[in-house]
């Protein structure tokens, strides 16, 4: 059965009050009901106070969907490095599903600094196992001495390997 409204708008509410435990109580309920939290969650990623942003990750994390992983992924440029681990660690708790739209990600904005620290962050800790030979160049590519010219190539051969596999 479908919340109505308002329990979305309480939640929103809560999870941006000065009571962490209203937080965390707040971002269940949003991660229960799904998708149709996602967009107030992406706000509340921009909220001046940790806290806040925090369980909007987590909560994003949770809910897994693509607009979720979208704002996550652009979480990543965020210019705090708090804001952007708890978004890198969020990406990693869903785990593949990330994996083509952050590498995608990659090959358009070969400049972004952030964006490629934090998606080292989250490709080192995912290639395990059959995703090794397809990830690891892209992290020595971030890790390397031009990775604006280098990490948009790995990421793309990256990218079209994991298709070829029908990931």
Do not use: Y
């Not at 919340?3 to 929103?12: A, F, N, S």
């Not at 897994?64 to 952007?84: K, M, N, T």
């Not at 934090?118 to 590519?141: E, F, S, T, Y």
């Not at 990421?155 to 029908?166: I, M, P, S």
């Amino acid at each position: 059965m479908k919340r109505p409204q308002g329990d979305l708008e309480t939640l929103v509410s809560d999870l941006v009050c000065d009571d962490v435990i209203k937080c965390q109580n707040a971002r269940r309920g949003l991660v229960a009901l799904g998708e149709s939290a996602v967009e107030p969650l992406k706000e509340a990623l921009h909220h001046k106070n940790h806290w806040v942003h925090w369980e909007a990750a987590k909560a994003l994390g949770q809910i897994a969907g693509p607009s979720a992983i979208r704002a996550l992924i652009d979480a990543l440029e965020h210019g705090e490095f708090e804001h952007r681990w708890i978004a890198a660690e969020s990406l990693i708790r869903i785990g593949r599903p990330v994996l083509q739209p952050l590498l995608l990600e990659l090959t358009r904005k070969p400049q972004s600094t952030w964006l490629q620290q934090g998606a080292h962050h989250v490709l080192a800790d995912m290639k395990r196992g059959n995703l090794n030979r397809v990830l690891k160049p892209v992290v020595q590519a971030i890790a390397g001495p031009s990775p604006s010219t280098e990490v948009p190539i790995a990421a793309k051969k990256a990218l079209d390997l994991l298709r070829e596999r029908g990931e």
